[in-house]
């Protein structure tokens, strides 16, 4: 039970919606399609699921072509940003519904929507409208429905975007619960990068209609293979800066003047971007191979446990991210250590040349 | 200022009523009290104009025939703009937008123009003096209205909607009745209301394509004057029945009128 795309793309009229991708995600993975608003996550759902054809290419699933087969016929479940249900259905048919169409008997449907409504804490509310329901609960119901199903493929499109902030952890941390012990395929597509790392499996980086990076979630954030997968999966956004290798030393602009990290000695002297996550620029002192750097501060965001500071320096804004609340006062110097060594060298095109575990 | 304020609602309703309540003052009395004097109540209070409408088969058959129309017109409207309207909303298809205004457009022409050809029309198919002539005539004003409104109420209900019922393995046809029609019943609901009242209020089609067989209340209404002078109360008793039909549609549907308004249609 894989779910395989060959070369599929999508065009509307003189638009590309996706470029030409091949993915193949294996039975039994939580796979991530992370990438920011029209990156073309929610396209692909939709060619995966059958609800679009693709303009070229094809999709396999457990070894048939189905690309030409109607969504009706495949079995697959699917939920969305918004809180789809069936406005004119109790929630108990809401989550029937799909097993009434394929004609599963009665007995049958009870006992599946019974243990999900308990599974997901339904249970008291079966017999209301999902109108009646809290946005957590409305989009439960649709969990429930894509879980009672039993299908071999979940696609989850941002399911968690419209809930408030704590229905939203809350969530997050039962999502892998419930798929851990299915052996069907579950595809998410999310915004956040932080969720991709919650939730590991794998991840596929989105831009702009490509699929930039695809693997094992922790290795596309260790290793992001260009520019663009990295600034996909960071944030807050990496810091990108251009730079000149120069025998021991990097410049970064015109002045500040850096060593050049271990993996980087081995590079041609020339022009590259050097790529920091926010977390590697910090007021902490660093450790060996680190630099100091000094930059005005614009914006301080301190939330309970972390500082997030904007800071100017040679005219571009960097963004350092600390553990700890540290005092910063805007439109004043600071003094920040940016670890060198943990950062990645691009070359000019963009491809990773040095730097990630 | 607390007085002010509830003193203009009450001078509107008073201006909006006081009409209507002349009329029901007016079936409740005799025509020469109408035409004798000036009362503010029947003075000799008689039911004889309504009796007379409900035994006099001329008088209950127009209304019959109104409704008969009335609600074939409206079924017809609506089952034909359910579609429609479906496909306005959830399609882009070459010039849709061109069409759809151009279907409003037909809401705007005065049905006098049409009076002419649509009488030599239905006489020559044989369909003149029958219910069915005076409901096709009144479609061409009632489905663009409901295509209208019920694409209002479509384009409300997220298009996710839709894939999700495919995806959960359901059929078009199945979606669309057992879903998707229960979940604009509130706009079905609105567009009936405004087809049923155009309907049930237009006379010069109704007047013009009917004789005999299929005459209108407000045909009647209009050629009783002959036989023994003005009627007035019997016409006065007519009229307070008309509004009542109008009145008990509304009741149902006020409040998915306001839910319409909301929507920018209706």
Redesign the interface.
């Known amino acids: 039970m894989t779910l395989e795309l060959r070369q599929v793309s999508k065009r509307v009229g003189a638009d590309v919606h996706i470029h030409e991708t091949s993915l193949m995600l294996e039975p039994g993975s939580f796979n991530i399609l992370l990438g920011t608003t029209l990156a073309g996550k929610t396209t692909l759902m939709k060619l995966m699921a059958g609800l679009d054809r693709p303009s070229t290419g094809s999709i396999w699933f457990d070894g048939q072509n189905v690309t030409g087969v109607s969504v009706q016929k495949r079995n697959l479940s699917m939920v969305y940003q918004q809180f789809i249900n069936y406005p004119n259905l109790s929630v108990y048919e809401n989550i029937a519904s799909p097993l009434r169409v394929a004609g599963v008997a009665r007995r049958e449907i009870d006992a599946r929507v019974q243990e999900v409504a308990e599974l997901l804490r339904l249970t008291p509310m079966l017999k209301r409208r999902p109108s009646e329901l809290s946005g957590g609960q409305q989009q439960r119901t649709a969990l429930a429905r894509a879980l009672a199903k039993e299908s071999s493929l979940i696609l989850l499109d941002e399911p968690l975007a419209n809930l408030d902030y704590k229905l939203r952890e809350e969530l997050r941390d039962e999502l892998p619960k419930l798929f851990a012990d299915r052996n069907c395929i579950v595809a998410y597509a999310t915004t956040e990068a932080s969720e991709a790392l919650l939730f590991g499996g794998n991840t596929a980086t989105l831009h702009e209609g490509r699929v930039t990076q695809f693997g094992p979630t922790s290795t596309i954030y260790r290793r992001p293979n260009t520019l663009t997968s990295a600034r996909v999966f960071s944030d807050p956004p990496i810091n990108v800066a251009r730079i000149r290798k120069a025998g021991d030393e990097i410049v970064v602009g015109e002045r500040v003047r850096w060593p050049v990290g271990r993996a980087a000695r081995h590079l041609a002297d020339g022009d590259y971007s050097i790529g920091i996550r926010p977390h590697h620029i910090t007021p902490h002192r660093g450790n060996e191979g680190s630099a100091t750097i000094e930059g005005r501060v614009l914006v301080a965001e301190l939330s309970g446990s972390e500082s997030v500071v904007h800071f100017d320096m040679d005219g571009q804004t960097w963004v350092s991210q600390s553990q700890g609340i540290h005092p910063f006062e805007v439109g004043s110097l600071t003094r920040l250590q940016v670890d060198v060594e943990r950062g990645f060298i691009f070359s000019a095109d963009g491809d990773l040349m040095a730097g990630g575990d | 200022m607390g007085r002010a304020r509830g003193l203009v609602p009450a001078v509107y309703i008073l201006f909006v009523l006081l009409p209507i309540y002349w009329l029901l003052n007016m079936s409740f009395k005799t025509t020469n009290e109408i035409l004798g004097s000036f009362t503010l109540f029947p003075s000799e209070f008689t039911v004889e104009n309504y009796t007379k409408i409900f035994s006099d088969p001329t008088w209950y058959g127009g209304y019959i025939n109104s409704l008969i129309y009335v609600v074939i017109n409206t079924v017809l409207s609506v089952a034909v703009a359910l579609p429609a309207a479906y496909a306005f909303s959830r399609y882009r298809f070459l010039g849709d937008k061109h069409l759809f205004f151009w279907l409003l457009t037909n809401r705007m022409a005065p049905p006098a123009v049409f009076a002419l050809p649509f009488l030599q029309l239905y006489s020559a198919v044989g369909l003149f003096d029958t219910p069915i002539a005076v409901a096709l005539a009144h479609t061409l004003f009632n489905v663009p209205l409901a295509v209208w409104i019920l694409e209002g109420f479509m384009s409300s209900v997220?298009k996710?909607?839709d894939?999700?019922?495919?995806?959960?393995?359901?059929?078009f046809w199945?979606f669309f009745l057992r879903?998707f029609v229960?979940?604009i019943?509130a706009g079905i609901g609105v567009a009936a209301f405004f087809c049923f009242m155009f309907s049930w209020v237009e006379l010069l089609l109704a007047k013009t394509l009917t004789s005999v067989e299929a005459k209108p209340i407000a045909a009647t209404m209009t050629r009783t004057a002959s036989t023994s002078g003005y009627e007035l109360g019997l016409l006065a008793a007519a009229g307070v029945l008309t509004i009542i039909p109008g009145a008990f549609v509304i009741y149902f549907v006020r409040n998915y009128i306001a839910k319409g308004f909301a929507l920018g249609r209706v």
């Open positions: 997220p996710e909607l894939e999700t019922a495919y995806v959960d393995g359901y059929s199945r879903i229960p979940t019943a």
